[in-house]
């Protein structure tokens, strides 16, 4: 396997720390003018989503991780395992839920989404950054009541349970910032 | 195809004023402009510099890392006090804060010692960034105390592992030797703390580089470094004089070079020789221009200092 040295460190390069694969977020090159270097990282770990820091001695290197991103329609769920297929070839991959995590909240059948495969096995799921999705529960709306600025709970199709202003009924489309969960406007059906 | 400069007119042009006063400030104090060769066919034998290989046909020449050793050749020749404004290069040295080209002032004082030069330092500093600023002076071994509650005199390398690990995160320390990990702890925690200009000074003796041992305390060296915010500035010394002594510093650099698996490299003899004949006593300390001209202007990068870089990630 290819191995990567801290000179070579760049934001999305994928390598191995601690058995687990991680993304490179940002490398710093620190040194005394007549001391020794080192690289201080931050970095992702792709499995939990954990970001940390790690230093190495300047030339240190890691190992290549086998990740790659792949853009795919997410089909259906089964309970245990979220099924996604690639629209080129049709290949199916199955996720589980800690490959999922909350991305399950914003999917909603045939969207599209990126997979992440490390070692050809899902590892994280990125749903686009805009979805439109339903309301399917929500308190009676306010009439009229558009200016205010005034939110109130709903439950979206998928189960996610966002903040959305009075005026919204149930059965209307709203479209959400997948990022942050926060509601952006209404979406026309 | 991005081929206009990295750095501000405003700050090209600034660069030029700087070059301007340095010279009317070493001037009116009677100091000789110099201009040594930047390649020799020996070079810098610390183990922690990588110096960069030029090709002449067949004959590998070496790009200076520091105008010293053709500096100290002129002390040695009876040039007097001599400054030098030249390129410098360290290989491997990039990142927002480092290219490995850069520019230095380099000069040298004949009868000063390490403290009347950091005297001179602070003149400079306030000619160049036309204000009075204030400058404090710490040893660094109170500055490792004081910051990073580190007595770094009698500590045993298990127990500067141990605390170096638990003031660095994710550093594996297991692997370091003593200067490594004071190296860590400078860069990581104790120049992050420092404000405004701060002269470190009496470095311990592993770290002697080419600066004379004090008389009344042989555990640390006549050295000292000028930061800025953290920022390393300059480096100086009470020069080494003794040919002896520099010889074997050298040989010593290159047995480390060859235990980490380095080639070792060509001893400078033309030095060793200067010295051999007698170097006077005197003090000599590098700047570099471009950290400087971050600090002047407020830059956040050296590349926004420097007219062109020349790599794969530019720090804006």
Redesign the interface.
Known sequence: MASYST?EF?SGLKVIVDGDPCSIIEN???????????N?VKIRNLKTGRV????F???ESLEAADVIDIEMQYLYSDGQFWHFMVPDNFEQYAADASAIGESHLWLKAQDNCQVTLYNGEPIGVTPPNFVELEITDTDPGLKGDTAQGGTKPATLETGAFIKVPLFLEIGELVRVDTRTGEYMSRAKK | MQWEPSAALETIQKRAQIYQQIRAFFSARDLLEVDTPLLSQATNTDAQIVSIEALNQRQALFLQTSPEFAMKRLLAAGSGSIYQICHAFRGAESGRLHNIEFTLLEWYRVAYDYRALMDEVESLIDTLSDRSNSYRRVRYRDLFIEQANVDITGIRLSSLREKTGELVPGADTDDLDFDQCLDLLLSMVVAPRLKGYVFVYDYPVSQAALARVNATNPSVAERFELFHDGLELANGFSELTDAGLQRRRFENDNDLRAAKGLPRYPIDEHLLAALQTGMPDCAGVALGIDRLLMVILGLDSIDQAISFVDRETEYS
């Open positions: 000179n760049r710093e090159f620190v040194k005394p003018g007549k001391g020794q270097a080192f201080r940390l820091d790690k230093t001695k300047s030339g």
